[in-house]
């Protein structure tokens, strides 16, 4: 079973406009971690966004935040005033471990297109 | 620049060839995790180290082999090369989770590899 689904293989916005991207992830841990990145068409990954499980308040990082509905295992990412330079694929990770112990699981990411 | 360095950026070789990738860590990462990303694939999992040591292994093809040497820094060697292995190769580090780490990591820009 996938543990990190993204439904969403690509995404249309309009400049300006706010778009959610949707993710769900599965885990019987207590403790984790859930991340977005995201990769422009250069190819590096770009940190965004991060919120950890026992955090009860949504997180936020400028222009980005993250929507987390733990009974729902849901994490959606929530981009605000869409720019041009937003078009990148996106993708949902998951932290499952701890100490030295720990890896991210990905899912398989959403690409997002911003028109003009 | 996230410091986690990749080379070599591009490689084109041979079906059959052996190559290898090498990844030098953040200042300080004791971590390095190095993720294979396929044409519309999300990033999948391959293996971490930790100071030296083996900590975990994802689907990593018996013919690729890693290892993390003491300056810390890393080399994933891919042999008898399939066309299927071309694919953008991530590294990235990471510090031992505590109360102020999060588990981000921290990717190298990719080592590009084509098998003609």
């Known amino acids: 079973a996938q543990k990190i689904t993204q439904t969403q293989p690509g995404m249309f916005v309009q400049e300006k406009e706010a778009v959610t991207l949707d993710c769900t992830y599965d885990?019987?841990?207590?403790?984790?971690?859930l991340f977005w990145y995201k990769q422009p068409s250069s190819g590096e990954m770009i940190f965004l966004i991060y919120?950890?499980?026992?955090?009860?308040q949504n997180a936020t990082e400028g222009r980005y935040s993250l929507n987390f509905q733990k009974a729902r295992k849901s994490a959606n990412l929530v981009i605000s005033a869409s720019q041009l330079g937003d078009s990148a694929m996106y993708f949902c990770a998951m932290r499952e471990g701890g100490g030295s112990n720990y890896k991210l699981t990905f899912g398989k990411g959403t690409l997002l297109t911003v028109n003009p | 620049d996230s410091g986690v360095t990749q080379t070599p950026k591009h490689l084109i070789t041979a079906t059959g060839q052996r190559v290898t990738l090498r990844c030098s860590p953040r200042s300080g990462d004791l971590s390095v995790y190095w993720y294979q990303q396929s044409l519309d694939q999300g990033l999948q999992f391959l293996i971490q180290?930790?100071?030296?040591?083996?900590?975990a292994k994802g689907n990593i093809l018996e013919r690729f082999s890693a290892q993390q040497f003491p300056d810390l820094h890393s080399e994933l060697n891919l042999s008898s090369l399939e066309l299927g292995d071309s694919a953008l190769y991530f590294c990235a580090s990471s510090p031992r989770l505590s109360g102020q780490n999060t588990g981000e990591l921290f990717f190298g820009e990719g080592s590009r590899l084509t098998v003609l």
């Open positions: 919120q950890g499980s026992y955090d009860e």
């Open positions: 885990t019987s841990d207590q403790s984790y971690g």
């Open positions: 180290y930790y100071n030296g040591e083996e900590r």
